[in-house]
């Protein structure tokens, strides 16, 4: 593991997206709007539920966020889309945090299941993923990874088998 923090702050994550964090053409995170999490409140490489690594980060709603006035007029939902990139925004940052090199981008995702909405009167989404398998080797970096997301401690989404990659290219 490299040696950075178990828990990251809103400018932590901006350095991230600047790619000032893990270093330049390593993993990076979008900037905002796009970056789905103010804080990393928690992230392991041999922690979780199966013991193969773990992050756990927070969302603030606000009310006035830029999806709501668009998705959908008159009837204000979070994208289900946003959630599940938060989670493979999470999922990347995990293998930068292990010290591994390339950048990041998502490969799939095994299944997903929307369960409830983000409105704008929650308050706060919460992101656990949980690793089941991070392997590098010459040739490969990857990360597989179950999440969910709750919003205000109710489970909203879950996804089994994210995939995510870090590519020198």
Same mark, same amino acid.
């Given at each position: 593991?490299?040696?950075?923090?178990?828990?990251?702050?809103? =400018?932590?994550l901006l350095?991230?997206?600047?790619?000032?964090l893990?270093?330049?053409?390593?993993?990076?995170?979008?900037?905002?709007?796009?970056?789905?999490?103010?804080?990393i409140?928690d992230?392991?490489?041999?922690?979780?539920?199966?013991?193969?690594g773990?992050?756990?980060?927070?969302?603030?709603?606000?009310?006035?966020?830029?999806?709501? =006035?668009?998705?959908?007029?008159?009837?204000?939902?979070?994208?289900?889309?946003?959630?599940?990139?938060?989670?493979?925004?999470?999922?990347?940052?995990?293998?930068?945090?292990?010290?591994?090199?390339?950048?990041?981008?998502?490969?799939?995702?095994? =299944?997903?299941?929307?369960?409830?909405?983000?409105?704008?009167?929650?308050?706060?989404?919460?992101?656990?993923?949980?690793?089941?398998?991070?392997?590098?080797?010459?040739?490969?970096?990857m990360?597989?990874a179950?999440?969910?997301?709750?919003?205000?401690?109710?489970?909203?989404?879950?996804?089994?088998?994210?995939?995510?990659?870090?590519?020198?290219?």
């Amino acid at each position: 593991m490299a040696d950075y923090p178990t828990s990251f702050g809103k =400018e932590d994550l901006l350095k991230c997206a600047r790619g000032e964090l893990f270093g330049p053409g390593n993993a990076q995170l979008p900037e905002p709007p796009m970056l789905m999490m103010d804080r990393i409140t928690d992230i392991s490489g041999d922690a979780g539920l199966h013991g193969k690594g773990h992050v756990v980060a927070e969302f603030d709603i606000d009310p006035n966020l830029w999806f709501f =006035e668009c998705h959908f007029p008159g009837n204000p939902i979070m994208p289900g889309c946003l959630g599940l990139d938060g989670l493979w925004q999470l999922t990347g940052f995990n293998l930068g945090w292990r010290g591994w090199t390339g950048r990041g981008y998502a490969l799939g995702v095994g =299944e997903v299941k929307l369960k409830g909405m983000v409105r704008p009167n929650r308050k706060m989404l919460t992101y656990k993923v949980d690793f089941t398998k991070a392997v590098q080797t010459r040739r490969l970096t990857m990360g597989v990874a179950d999440g969910i997301v709750e919003a205000d401690g109710e489970v909203i989404y879950e996804v089994k088998d994210m995939k995510v990659a870090l590519s020198e290219s």
